[in-house]
């Protein structure tokens, strides 16, 4: 076991560090205010080298590993938590599906434009009655001769409207349960695919969440990535990364609210004295530190013990359960530091704090990770699955 990150690793970090204090910190205010951030800024994350770190050379991408790619997607989270869930989709998720189990044609054909940023992924799982029990979805995909023909909705979708493929999750042929679904990629501009709307969210809000409808949408069989079958446990363990991802951004969040936090009560003053003189506020800190370090080690486990990028079951709903839960905690405390000063919007904590509160819901609630977690535990499955 080596808990230390490796001089080049360090070196990777310290750029990322420079880059967030750049490129993101400076912004994160104005990307949140105005609910966007601009496409020209997307390009700059790919062009420093931050899209398809996971993704082997021969893809175009840098052909790192999990843990590399979480290393820098927690230090930009530290600046703005915005940027560290797109750097988590251009390196989990979707992109990791293609890669473990799309074809050769697929890899070849998609990885390479995600690596430059000339084209962006979604994924699109949830539906409106089909959240947690992701497996009574009901988009459906009916063969027709050398295509799918696509029906239904989908909610709640990062990158919604913007972004120029979607890994669609769907049921094919009809087929009940899990066994009917698999996953298509359906690129934007095809006929039917219909970008339904926004939906206005409390936290990252740089990042659009928004509606995808499928109305007779044609899409070539070829373009199914994995398909129905037995491959349910394919596609949910290709997503495992996307929550040590989603984990390595509760955690920046996190580190970037204790920094900010812990530096303001280091020099504010009340009755004479640095507030940090005091043993309540010393113990505060340190609290902080603890849950933050704890998360840190759960999330570098989960990340260290990937292969390709597919991170295990448990070690991914631990690190997610905990370093999200964290970081509200963490958060909520570095606005308490802070005083009334921290819950203003002229500092960023309230930011932080909205922005924090997304983990435990994207990527799976924290009940359903639980679930899992008690599955491994308790060696059975459980009737919720
Ligand atoms: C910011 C954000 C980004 C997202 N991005 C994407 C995306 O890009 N792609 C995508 O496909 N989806 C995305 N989602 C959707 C996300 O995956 C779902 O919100 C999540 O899976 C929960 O589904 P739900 O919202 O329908 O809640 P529901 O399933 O309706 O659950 C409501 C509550 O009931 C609890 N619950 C449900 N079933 C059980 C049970 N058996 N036992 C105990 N408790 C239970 C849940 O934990 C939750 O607290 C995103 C969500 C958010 C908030």
């Not at 491959?231 to 996307?242: D, I, K, R, T």
């Not at 936090?261 to 003189?277: L, P, V």
């Not at 977690?373 to 919720?384: E, G, N």
């Given at each position: 076991m080596d808990f230390k990150p490796s001089p080049t690793q360090q070196k990777r970090v310290a750029q990322a560090h420079q880059f967030g204090l750049q490129e993101a910190a400076p912004y994160a205010a104005k990307w949140d205010q105005e609910e966007h951030i601009p496409r020209t800024q997307i390009q700059k994350y790919a062009d420093a080298g931050f899209f398809g770190l996971t993704i082997p050379t021969e893809y175009g991408g840098h052909g790192l590993s999990a843990l590399d790619a979480v290393l820098v997607i927690e230090e930009?989270?530290?600046?703005?938590?915005?940027?560290?869930?797109?750097?988590?989709?251009?390196?989990?998720?979707?992109?990791?599906?293609?890669?473990?189990?799309?074809?050769?044609?697929?890899?070849?054909?998609?990885?390479?434009?995600?690596?430059?940023g000339t084209t962006l992924m979604s994924i699109g799982m949830t539906e409106p009655d089909a959240?947690?029990?992701?497996?009574?979805?009901?988009?459906?995909?009916?063969?027709?001769?050398?295509?799918?023909?696509?029906n239904g909705k989908k909610h709640w979708i990062t990158g919604a409207g913007e972004r120029e493929y979607t890994l669609v999750y769907a049921r094919f042929g009809n087929v009940p349960g899990p066994k009917g679904i698999g996953a298509i990629l359906v690129q934007q501009g095809m006929a039917g695919f219909n970008y339904g709307?926004?939906?206005p969210s409390l936290g990252v809000r740089g990042v659009q969440e928004g509606i995808l409808e499928f109305d007779n949408v044609r899409v070539p069989k070829q373009n199914v990535?994995?398909?129905?079958?037995?491959?349910?446990?394919?596609?949910?363990?290709?997503?495992?990364?996307?929550?040590v991802g989603a984990a390595a951004v509760a955690l920046g969040i996190a580190q970037g609210a204790?920094?900010?936090?812990?530096?303001?009560?280091?020099?504010?003053?009340?009755?004479?004295?640095?507030?940090?003189?005091f043993q309540t506020t010393q113990f505060k800190l340190a609290d902080m530190a603890i849950d933050l370090e704890a998360a840190r080690y759960l999330v570098y486990r989960a990340a260290s013990n990937a292969?390709?990028?597919?991170?295990?079951?448990?070690?991914?709903?631990?690190?997610?359960?905990?370093?999200?839960?964290m970081a509200l905690r963490v958060t909520n405390e570095a606005i308490q530091l802070c005083g009334a000063e921290g819950y203003g919007r002229h500092l960023p904590l309230e930011r932080m704090y909205?922005?924090?509160?997304?983990?435990?819901?994207?990527?799976?609630?924290?009940?359903?990770q639980r679930l899992g977690?008690?599955?491994?535990?308790?060696?059975?499955?459980?009737?919720?699955h």
């Open positions: 930009i989270a530290r600046h703005c938590g915005i940027s560290g869930r797109l750097i988590v989709d251009h390196n989990f998720g979707a992109i990791i599906t293609i890669l473990n189990f799309g074809t050769e044609a697929q890899r070849r054909r998609v990885l390479p434009t995600i690596c430059t959240g947690s029990a992701l497996t009574d979805l009901t988009t459906s995909a009916i063969a027709d001769g050398d295509d799918f023909i696509l709307g926004r939906i990535v994995v398909p129905a079958g037995s491959a349910f446990g394919n596609l949910m363990s290709a997503y495992n990364g996307q929550r204790f920094d900010f936090a812990k530096s303001y009560a280091d020099e504010r003053k009340q009755f004479g004295k640095r507030i940090t003189d292969q390709a990028a597919i991170t295990d079951r448990f070690e991914s709903s631990v690190a997610k359960v905990y370093a999200s839960e909205r922005d924090a509160r997304c983990f435990m819901l994207a990527g799976g609630s924290a009940e359903m977690i008690a599955t491994v535990v308790l060696k059975r499955p459980l009737p919720q």
